[in-house]
């Protein structure tokens, strides 16, 4: 059904009451009312289950059409729009036309893109040289004190008013191309949460000693504890960071290892399908290398793989999957038969473990078990960031025919 008739149909389903009458149906907690939007007088409301979740589908589906729209503008502004125009049609019993519907989307289409520049404190890393920026992928990590000197060269602000109560010695900055400042900060957050399971990854395992924190709360730099017995209240406090993860030394851009290609996937603009798979993988495996949780962190090592191996969306993990999965870990990872089938071997053994535990199973695992769930999980990635012809690959399609080729050849 075109736009048109979709919110031709939500305006029918809708009504116009007067505030007291809205009132009194708040009064009488009457289920399932919404109110889309309100004047002094009148209420634009919703009745019904059915007809809320029919406005709510209507919209998303409107939002999500034109990429750039939802690209560039934040959900709250397009239905806050979408919202006012509903009440003045309605009110206004308006019979709505295709060009209304053009004229709307062109309302968000015609409204520049602004360059926006966010800077965030940083927690857990440093840099090796405090007097130069590093780039990674958008991002630009610099020393605090460096940034203001190179900030207060652009921007006449009060330096002193601008950074009070700044607490961080380093910060991270990315630049977000938007329509509306919601829809900046939207991006830039969940940029900022993919760098950090990003480096997560780059870090290689789960390792207490390191805590990074942008944008959450995903490591846990700080420790309150209180002990309580009839007896005695004993207390103890940290907020101790073992060591720092010094961002821009050379092992971060190291090409032996794919990390020259890692930050390269940072926001790169029309990545194919392969390559989102890839950076799935990758973020899994940053929450797995921050998670504190052993069983957690063993099954998104598990998932890790199975973003860049479950060639059909939406599909359970079944054991005609998992064999498919162990072929594909197998011939990518294995040199020679025997080694193929060894691992085979190891990683039907880990998702019966996965099995187990999805099913309720109190089962421990090992620290050799969720070692080996790690080093295939990450070599995995790494494999697909060195080797070029893997790299190269644009679709699950495409994998499932390489794998094809290397089994028969």
Known sequence: MADLEKVQK???????I??????????EKTPYVSSVNTSKQCVFILSGIEKLAYYESVVSDMYYENNDISAT????????YIDSLLFQWKSENHEVTKSDIDSFFLYFTNQPIIDYNFVKGVYGLRLNSNNKECKIG???????????????STNKMDQELLWYGWHNEYLVTVNIKARDIDKAKEISYELFYQLELFIFYSIGQFNKKFAVNIVTQISYPFDNCLVLNDKETTSSYSREIIDLIPIDDPYYFDKSIGNDKLWELLRTPSIDKMKK???SGIEWIGK?????????????????????FTFQEKTLISPSIVSTLCEGVAFIL???????LEIDRIIKKLYEIRSALSHGS??????????????????????????DELFAIKSPEDLNKYIKSKKYS
Request: aromatic share 14%.
């Open 138 to 152: 958008p991002f630009t990590f610099y020393h605090q004190p460096y940034y203001v000197q190179v900030l207060s």
């Open 18 to 27: 007067s505030m007291k009458e809205f009132q009194n149906i708040i009064f």
């Open 277 to 279: 798979r890839i950076i």
């Open 288 to 308: 797995a290398n921050s998670e504190i949780n052993i069983k957690n962190r063993f099954l998104f090592y598990l998932i890790s793989l199975e973003s860049v």
């Open 10 to 16: 939500l305006i029918a389903s809708a009504s116009i």
């Open 362 to 387: 109190d089962k421990s695992i090992s620290e050799q078990e969720l070692q080996l769930a790690c080093f295939y999980s990450t070599n995995i990635i790494r494999a697909f960031l060195v080797v």
């Open 73 to 80: 503008v934040s959900r709250k502004s397009f239905n806050n």
């Open 334 to 340: 294995g040199n020679d038969k025997e080694e193929r």
